[in-house]
């Protein structure tokens, strides 16, 4: 399984921005995608996960109503969406899978992508 994430940047606060996470080399639908952010000198954290089969999604306290977490009809590409950006949301953003049906940011999650630079700043 290979995860490939692009989307990121430099934005203002307040602003938006769009990750995408391609992946390939499923063997079935029961996968979660996690999305997970390391900000410098923090431990990571989980942001959102979302069911690959039925496409349910869980957020971390920090980004819900401001971040959403989707999956294209193909299931091959997971999306987050963020808006109303803050200088706090700084971090690489990785996505990463782990078979399962039920997201938690517990799991051991074995498959990463190589990471996406956030920057939030005025």
């Known amino acids: 399984l290979q995860l490939v994430e692009s989307g990121g940047g430099l934005v203002q606060p307040g602003g938006s921005l769009r990750l995408s996470c391609a992946a390939s080399g499923f063997t079935s639908d029961y996968y979660l995608i996690a999305w997970f952010r390391q900000a410098p000198g923090k431990e990571r954290e989980g942001v959102s996960c979302i069911v690959r089969l039925g496409g349910t999604t869980t957020y971390a306290d920090s980004v819900k109503g401001r971040f959403t977490t989707s999956r294209d009809n193909a299931k091959t590409t997971v999306y987050l969406q963020m808006n109303s950006l803050k200088p706090e949301d700084t971090a690489v953003y990785y996505c990463?899978?782990?078979?399962?049906?039920?997201?938690?940011?517990?799991?051991?999650?074995?498959?990463w992508g190589q990471g996406t630079q956030v920057t939030v700043s005025s």
């Open positions: 990463a899978a782990v078979a399962g049906f039920r997201c938690s940011f517990e799991w051991k999650y074995e498959y």
